[in-house]
């Protein structure tokens, strides 16, 4: 397995554009998972699908973020529109099992930078 | 709400020296202690994950403890080499995850 993947690697874009971020998850993990990576704030939950239903998005920051799992192969991250303070690293990770008790594999990321 | 502290944010050993990285949480329905290495520019990656079942688990030169009543557990690297120098993230699952800041372990040859 190729683990999961992300696309793009690095995404530079204009303040008001839209951005979409892609995961493929692991072959058969019931649990995918979307993370924000920056300097000032770590690793933070932005959210979480069990068997592609959203179970807690309490980690959006706001409703520019949303997220989609149309099935258990893709998801989606999109940010409209995007803002300077958007720019940190996106990693979607997957875990075998539902629940947060899992190990998590995460994809290379995608590294968002907004100007 | 939930919160994991870790410490230290920074930390720095000679080559064959120990490490120790201790992490603190607050949700006690917290039962799944994850720890993961993240390379400069590279996705965080497990190296060892501990259950609130069981109080030590070792695997070769890494082993954590988990104190659940006092509700802190630590990542005890023995040994180290060059290439463990990276950031170290604690984290405790249970109803979600939440990870801490990190420690940057920096191993001097």
């Known amino acids: 397995d190729a683990g999961v993947i992300q696309s793009p690697r690095h995404e530079v874009t204009e303040m008001g554009q839209e951005v979409t971020l892609r995961c493929k998850p692991i072959s058969g993990h019931n649990s995918l998972f979307w993370y924000r990576q920056t300097m000032m704030r770590g690793l933070e939950l932005l959210i979480y699908f069990n068997n592609n239903v959203p179970i807690d998005d309490s980690g959006m920051p706001e409703d520019r973020f949303s997220a989609k799992m149309p099935n258990a192969s893709f998801s989606t991250l999109k940010i409209q529109p995007s803002e300077p303070r958007d720019s940190a690293v996106y990693f979607c990770?997957?875990?075998?099992?539902?629940?947060?008790?899992?190990?998590?594999?995460f994809g290379q990321g995608t590294r968002l930078t907004v100007v | 709400g939930e919160n994991v502290e870790q410490h230290p944010s920074t930390l720095s050993v000679q080559e064959g020296d120990s490490a120790v990285i201790k992490c603190t949480y607050s949700d006690s329905a917290s039962n799944y202690f994850p720890w993961y290495k993240q390379e400069l520019g590279k996705r965080p990656q497990l190296i060892i994950d501990?259950?609130?079942?069981?109080g030590e688990k070792k695997d070769q030169r890494i082993a954590v403890t988990l104190n659940k009543t006092a509700k802190h557990f630590s990542l005890h690297i023995t040994e180290t080499q060059p290439e463990d120098s990276a950031v170290y993230f604690c984290?405790?699952?249970?109803?979600?995850?939440?990870f801490g800041a990190g420690t940057r372990l920096f191993v001097k040859a």
């Open positions: 990770a997957s875990g075998p099992t539902g629940g947060y008790e899992t190990e998590a594999f």
């Open positions: 501990i259950r609130s079942n069981v």
């Open positions: 984290a405790a699952g249970g109803f979600k995850t939440i």
